[in-house]
Nanobody
């Protein structure tokens, strides 16, 4: 069973950057489409970015041009580079299979806070 652990979150001022990493143990990520998701307080979890096994990428409209998802098969990670961060990007960020089914299991995520 693959276990996913998110890391890289933190506190950053508007306009700043963070790089999140999703590290997998128990299986290779390159055989699965993966996604980064986020959940802000009082809101539903939403897909932020996804990458297929052919490395096709897709993004939520709110992050297009600012976020980049990439997989690293050597490290067995899926990373999310986040630039030009805005206060509305504040959320707990999670990685999971894409699409994540209704019964998907979620890890602890990593907190991203964008504030001046």
């Amino acid at each position: 069973q693959v276990r996913l652990v998110e890391s890289g979150g933190g506190f950053v001022q508007p306009g700043g950057s963070l790089r999140l990493s999703c590290t997998a143990s128990g299986g290779p990520l390159r055989f699965a489409a993966m996604g980064w998701y986020r959940q802000a307080p009082g809101k539903q979890r939403e897909m932020v970015a996804a990458i297929t096994t052919q490395e096709h990428t897709m993004y939520a409209d709110s992050v297009k041009g600012r976020f980049t998802i990439a997989s690293d098969s050597a490290k067995n990670t899926v990373d999310l580079q986040m630039n030009s961060l805005k206060p509305e990007d504040t959320a707990v960020y999670y990685c999971n299979l894409w699409p994540a089914g209704a019964g998907a299991s979620w890890g602890q995520g990593t907190q991203v806070t964008v504030s001046s």
